[in-house]
Nanobody, 129 residues
Framework: QVQLVESGGGLVQAGGSLRLSCADS????????MAWFRQAPGKEREIVAA????????YYADSVKGRFTISRDVAKNTVYLQMNTLKPEDTAVYYC??????????????????????WGQGTQVTVSS
């Protein structure tokens, strides 16, 4: 069964850092764009960052530009989200997603939930003030 498994979430003080990991257990998604989304209570799921299958281009939501970095390690079948200078408004469940909708080897990264068809179970990030 194809699985995306997130890890690395937790509780951190404002200004701190966390690194999220998304492991592709079946080595399925190395040829496809990947992304991180987040969903806060009472809010819609929103894009945080996305990365093409080659590592470039990338996309960042305005709210995280300059603070978050998305990357991928093909050898480890893992996508990362390095989050620095965290703010209380970054508190949310973070989801990893893969885009097989648009086919393999695409250089365009989607920015909406409908662009992605495989999802992890999510990992909670809580930033205290």
């Amino acid at each position: 069964q194809v699985q995306l498994v997130e890890s690395g979430g937790g509780l951190v003080q404002a200004g701190g850092s966390l690194r999220l990991s998304c492991a592709d257990s079946e080595r399925t998604f190395n040829r496809f764009p990947m992304a991180w989304f987040r969903q806060a209570p009472g809010k819609e799921r929103e894009i945080v960052a996305a990365i093409s299958w080659t590592g470039t281009p990338t996309y960042y939501a305005d709210s995280v530009k300059g603070r978050f970095t998305i990357s991928r390690d093909v050898a480890k079948n893992t996508v990362y989200l390095q989050m620095n200078t965290l703010k209380p408004e970054d508190t949310a469940v973070y989801y990893c997603a893969a885009d097989t909708v648009h086919g393999a080897f695409g250089r365009i990264v989607g920015t909406t939930t409908s662009d992605y068809d495989y999802w992890g179970q999510g990992t909670q990030v809580t930033v205290s003030s």
